[in-house]
C-alpha cells in the first residue's frame, strides 16, 4: 500500500514564505508525476504546481514567480516552496502522486493572515 505524508503547513503573514514536503512510502518501484494541488474555502480543488520525473514543471498562473516545486526522487519525496505569500493563498493543500490509480496526500492547511 503507498501511502503520502505530507508536513510543513502553518500560518503566515502576507509576504512570509512556506515550505511544504511530500513523502512516498510504500511498495513503490518508480513514481510517475508528483503535483500540489490546493482547495480553498468555498472553491474547488485546483491543480497548483506539477514536477514530471525529468523535472519539467507546470505552475499555475497565480503562483508564477512565487511558487517552486521540486523532487528528490531518491527520497520520493516532493517539495512547493511558497514565496511571498497572499491571502488568497490560504487553502487546504494536497500532495498528488502517477503511481497506479493514482494517491493523494491527507492535506495540509496554509493559512495567510496579518
Known amino acids: 500500500q503507498v501511502q503520502l505524508v505530507e508536513s510543513g503547513g502553518g500560518l503566515v503573514q502576507p509576504g512570509g514564505s512556506l515550505r511544504l514536503s511530500c513523502t512516498a512510502s510504500g511498495n513503490i518501484f518508480r513514481i510517475g508525476t508528483m503535483a500540489w494541488y490546493r482547495q480553498a474555502p468555498g472553491k474547488e480543488r485546483e491543480l497548483v504546481a506539477s514536477?514530471?520525473?525529468?523535472?519539467?514543471?507546470h505552475l499555475v498562473d497565480s503562483v508564477k514567480g512565487r511558487f517552486t516545486i521540486s523532487r528528490d526522487n531518491a527520497k520520493n519525496t516532493v517539495n512547493l516552496q511558497m514565496n511571498s505569500l497572499k491571502v488568497e493563498d490560504t487553502a487546504i493543500y494536497y500532495c498528488?502522486?502517477?503511481?497506479?490509480?493514482?494517491?493523494w496526500g491527507q492535506g495540509t492547511q496554509v493559512t495567510v493572515s496579518s
Open positions: 514536477i514530471s520525473p525529468g523535472g519539467t514543471m
Open positions: 498528488y502522486i502517477a503511481y497506479g490509480s493514482g494517491f
